[in-house]
Nanobody
């Protein structure tokens, strides 16, 4: 059972990136999948979650209106489209399961992170 995040990189402020999370060994259809991030010197925090039962999505206040989470069950993947990126979005981003509407951190299954750096 594995999750693998990818798609990070260096982008200028105001730019966009699309992160991908691919599952292996289990079917994403039946799991809530979340994105979390950890900036240098800070605690890991929840960014977004998509619920398996109805596709409802949840976002941290800091990313609402800029980030969009989506899932592609045919490809066993979840994506995070990040627009209008800010320097404070710089962090290592992880996908994980489970997640909930309050974006709490659980032990669960975590993928290796992908680095996002927003800088001019």
């Amino acid at each position: 059972v594995q999750l693998q995040a990818s798609g990070g990189g260096l982008v200028q402020p105001g730019g966009s990136l699309r992160l991908s999370c691919v599952a292996s060994g289990f079917n994403l259809d039946y799991y809530n999948i979340g994105w979390f991030r950890q900036a240098p010197g800070k605690e890991r925090e929840g960014v977004s979650c998509i619920r398996s039962s109805d596709g409802n999505t949840y976002y941290a206040d800091s990313v609402k209106g800029r980030f969009t989470i989506s899932r592609d069950n045919a490809n066993n993947s979840v994506y995070l489209q990040m627009n209008s990126l800010k320097p404070e979005d710089t962090a290592v981003y992880y996908c994980a399961t489970p997640c909930d509407a309050r974006l709490r951190l659980y032990g669960g299954t975590w993928g290796k992170g992908t680095q996002v750096t927003v800088s001019s």
